[in-house]
């Protein structure tokens, strides 16, 4: 199977999968709980989960391990399992995705922070070694280092992808529209400001997930795209912007109307779209049936890189 970046750069638009705490949440999984302790509580339900949005359309699908990293799993005193919670992860995504589909290990941010003196460079890179060595074991392609806002914090999990296993290194961030109309994130770092830092420590991809709706993330999509004409970029979307009501959070953004804006996504540079916060297997089932119709009616223009 080719790489992801290789079917990018073949000109191919693919889609990837989208929210899975949500999704486990309708299983039973209970607010605060360690969602990837289920990989091995509850692996049938994690499953379901991956082999719905494999039967949705996805070309690819992440692992149900975003916090499974060991400064995330000290606070259930799970640190000593890191290492059979993502195996597990990664074979049970890479059941449902086949030999046909890529498995994309999720690693996220340790909640730490360097600037401030929370963790020692040294402590986080062991801690992002760990996590992916586990996941290439248990099947995963690639890597999406996601969700991340600090551009020390990625460049270290990058790093320590690189040069530890043999996955493919996808790494996106998180950003913000700021009152000046401007996007940053959380720690301030721009789009165009992260991309080739990352392209250089050896991301093979990188974009933008979680945080925002379809039409920022054609903003955003843009601006990465200005800074390097040849990346391949890949946006996880929330299912629009978060609404608080009713004691809940909710996504307004319906599978349909999360569809309509693949055109202008592309056209803005993204060629692996997919599915954050709010959205489930209906909004991948829509995101791929409109790339079926551009690829009918040739009504983008997406060229080789």
Known sequence: MLKISERVKDG???ISDGAWGTQLQGLGAQSGECLELWNLTHPDAVFSVANQYIA???DMIETNSFGGNRIKLERYDLANR???INVAAA???RAAAGIDRNVLGSIGPTGKILLMGDVTEAALYETFCEQARALQEGGAD???IETFTALDEALCAV??????TSLEIICTFTFEK??????RTFMGVRPAQMVNALVDEGADIIGTNCGNGMAQMVEITREIRSANAKI???VHANAGLPIISDGGIHYPEIPEIMASYLPALIEAGASIIGGCCGTTPAHVASLNIARQNLSKNKTYSHHKF
């Not at 790093?159 to 530890?164: G, L, Q």
């Open 232 to 234: 391949p970029i890949l």
């Open 178 to 183: 700021t009152k000046k109309g401007d996007y």
């Open 142 to 144: 690639a890597c999406c």
């Open 12 to 14: 191919q638009i693919l």
């Open 56 to 58: 949705s359309g996805a």
């Open 82 to 84: 890191v290492h059979e």
């Open 91 to 93: 074979s049970i995504s």
């Open 159 to 164: 790093r320590a992808v690189r040069e530890n």
